[in-house]
């Protein structure tokens, strides 16, 4: 089981709040990462970070920020939440170099919903 | 450019058969592969890897089989349970680069 948490696990709200999902993980991983999945659908990278102070635009462009200020805790904000905002999040983190240092393990995931 | 591909999107097996998930990739500089289970309202979680050099590795009630020559991967489930029903991607990497993830296989389990 990884040690890999995000809060909160549901979220509503309404447009144009701003929000911060956060992810915390006590593996001691460098990297870590934002996606972003419709339910059942494909992985989407939208943020990476490689260590502290490391941030980094994934593959989908998103409106989303993110900051790494301490190893453990990668918080992802949302400015102004939009209805196109709608998604579930999920953290990763992996360890880092080649190998098995690749393998991702995920969080629980956030559900948001913009009304 | 790299892809990472399922071959279908959903598979339904019968209680107690044997599944097998499959996924085709584009690079053939990828030297590492990761198949994930997600089930619903879950994150993603490791099943089973498999490094480049490999052919073959099994674990508990699965395999993956890695065939460089056709860039092809498979996930085989044996006697599937009713708590294998999920998605399942398949992730694929090269070198320094993050991990590739597939669209997705849906497989439902017949009681």
């Known amino acids: 089981e990884a040690d890999i948490y995000q809060t909160p696990r549901y979220l509503v709200i309404g447009t144009g709040k701003k929000i911060t999902l956060e992810c915390s993980q006590t593996?001691?991983?460098?990297?870590m990462y934002w996606y972003q999945q419709d339910p059942g659908m494909e992985l989407h990278l939208i943020h990476y970070?490689?260590?502290?102070?490391?941030?980094e635009k994934g593959d989908l462009s998103s409106e989303s920020t993110v900051s790494r200020i301490r190893t453990e805790h990668f918080p992802l904000t949302l400015e102004s939440a939009r209805p196109s905002h709608t998604s579930q999040y999920l953290c990763?983190?992996?360890?880092?170099?080649?190998?098995?240092?690749?393998?991702?393990?995920f969080g629980p995931g956030t559900r948001l919903l913009v009304l | 450019g790299e892809s990472v591909g399922l071959h279908l999107p959903t598979l339904s097996v019968q209680e107690g058969d044997n599944s097998i998930i499959n996924c085709a990739y584009s690079n053939s500089a990828s030297d590492y592969f990761i198949w994930y289970k997600q089930e619903s309202g879950k994150g993603p979680q490791f099943i089973i890897d498999i490094r480049s050099n490999m052919d073959k590795r099994q674990g508990q009630r699965v395999t993956v089989l890695l065939n460089k020559t056709v860039k092809h991967l498979s996930l085989q489930i044996a006697a599937t349970q009713p708590g294998d029903s999920a998605v399942y991607f398949c992730a694929e990497n090269q070198g320094a680069n993050n991990l590739f993830f597939g669209t997705g296989t849906r497989l439902t389990v017949i009681p």
């Open positions: 990763a983190s992996s360890r880092g170099g080649a190998g098995e240092g690749k393998t991702q393990y």
């Open positions: 593996m001691g991983h460098d990297k």
């Open positions: 970070s490689y260590g502290v102070n490391s941030t």
